[in-house]
């Protein structure tokens, strides 16, 4: 995996009428919540809210469908989805539930084939000169604008 190219963190989505009552991890305590399997959203949840019953479906969305049916009480997703998630369904909204990742250990990263070095080499030449010059993230800025336009935030 090549260097991160975005922290955008991670999140709890959870129904807009529940955002007073789950606001930290002892609060999710014996109750169901969802992540995708195989996910960094997997590992998280079952280090920091195994006291939870973790439901382990295999797309983000599955698991949204799974709160707003009253199957699951929260989502871990990753921040960026969680605020898209909110602006598309106003019944949903981000928990004040802590979720603690170490930005050195997780992100969004580029993958090449076993072994591809140069290729590696080269991409992440490429993340860091973008990242120093500013352009990944006003890049980000911009999609994210673009999207909206569209409609597809």
């Not at 606001?23 to 280090?47: F, H, M, R, V």
């Not at 960026?80 to 539930?97: F, G, H, R, T």
């Not at 170490?102 to 080269?122: F, H, I, Q, R, W």
Request: hydrophobic content about 45%.
């Amino acid at each position: 995996m090549s260097d991160f190219y975005n922290n955008g963190g991670q999140a709890m989505l959870v129904k807009a009428t529940d955002i007073d009552k789950y606001t930290d991890a002892a609060s999710l305590k014996d109750l169901p919540i969802a992540a995708q399997k195989g996910a960094l959203q997997q590992t998280i949840a079952e280090s920091q809210f195994a006291d939870s019953k973790l439901t382990l479906l295999p797309k983000v969305p599955q698991a949204v469908q799974e709160l707003k049916a009253g199957n699951v009480v929260a989502v871990l997703v990753d921040a960026i989805s969680a605020e898209q998630y909110v602006k598309q369904n106003p019944d949903l909204a981000v928990a004040k539930v802590e979720v603690v990742v170490d930005p050195t250990e997780a992100g969004s990263s580029a993958a090449v084939m076993k072994g591809n070095t140069d290729l590696m080499d080269y991409v992440n030449a490429e993340i860091k000169k973008y990242k120093d010059s500013g352009d990944l993230d006003k890049w980000f800025v911009e999609a994210k604008a673009q999207a909206e336009e569209m409609g597809l935030d």
